[in-house]
């Protein structure tokens, strides 16, 4: 069985355009997000799905110079881009984790994967996006799927939300698919780690400068650190995270580019 950790990742972003390849110490975001997945003893391979508009060609060609596979594909229907990479790469176990999120901790993706075996899942996370609730920081999120559950998803999802967030399919419909999700006690849902604004890459900045080891640092590592830092996370306490059905507006402006 082939894990593939998939990264979502495009410099099109309608909050903060680029972010993926902004620089945190040094180094772009989207190279921590797959330096940190690599670290993941679950996981056999990682690979950046992106997308064939010019502007991430970038994304493109930091891949070849970093020697990690990129497959191109759809700007808005990221279902069929995932689906696609993994099609390309022979998957069998498909985990998904967007480029904004550089905290992503490799002991957080073994142990969704390692839920999604053990219970026979269709489907596993360690969070639902709002309205659900989330026990661990925005931020961490890892959702892990077969290969087969996402061609069935490829070929039935319907809905823009529901191509646009790929992983809708299998949670919106009560009794479609088996679902696990990975929970924390105590519940820490309340932080957010992940990069979607300007003030999200801000409280980032602080973060990774004040790591003394960002790519082993655990996610236990950084809530000690914000815990004695309390003004780090009001750098961004105003930024909220976007709701599961929401649609990016210029699907309906701008095809996709041939």
């Known amino acids: 069985m082939k894990t593939s950790l998939i990264i979502q990742a495009r410099m099109g972003s309608s909050r903060l355009p680029g972010k993926v390849l902004k620089p945190l110490q040094g180094k772009p975001m989207l190279e921590w997000v797959a330096r940190r997945g690599l670290r993941a003893d679950m996981v056999d391979e990682v690979v950046v799905a992106t997308t064939v508009a010019p502007e991430d060609e970038a994304i493109a060609l930091w891949c070849d110079q970093a020697g990690i596979p990129c497959v191109r594909g759809s700007v808005f229907d990221v279902l069929d881009r995932f689906y696609q990479t993994a099609l390309a790469r022979s998957s069998d176990r498909i985990v998904r984790v967007t480029a904004d999120c550089p905290l992503i901790d490799p002991g957080i993706l ?12 269709d489907f596993s996370a360690n969070r639902l996006p709002p309205p659900w609730h989330r026990t661990f920081p925005i931020g961490l999120d890892v959702e892990v799927v077969s290969f087969k559950m996402l ?9 823009d939300y529901e191509r646009e ?8 419909t009560e009794g479609r698919c088996k679902v696990s999700i990975l929970d924390h006690n105590p519940d820490y849902g309340m932080h957010r780690w992940t990069v979607d604004t300007p003030d999200d890459y801000a409280l980032l900045q602080e ?21 004695e830092n309390p003004e780090l996370e009001r750098i961004n306490e105003s930024t909220h995270a976007k709701q599961v059905n929401a649609v990016d507006e210029r699907i309906q402006k701008k095809a996709d580019p041939q």
């Open 207 to 227: 973060i990774f400068h004040r790591l003394p080891d960002p790519l082993h640092a655990s996610w236990l590592d950084v809530l000690a650190l914000v815990s």
């Open 110 to 121: 073994d142990d969704t994967i390692r839920l999604f075996k053990e219970t026979d899942s």
């Open 151 to 159: 061609e069935r998803a490829w070929q039935e999802a319907d809905q």
């Open 165 to 172: 967030h790929v992983m809708p399919w299998f949670y919106n």
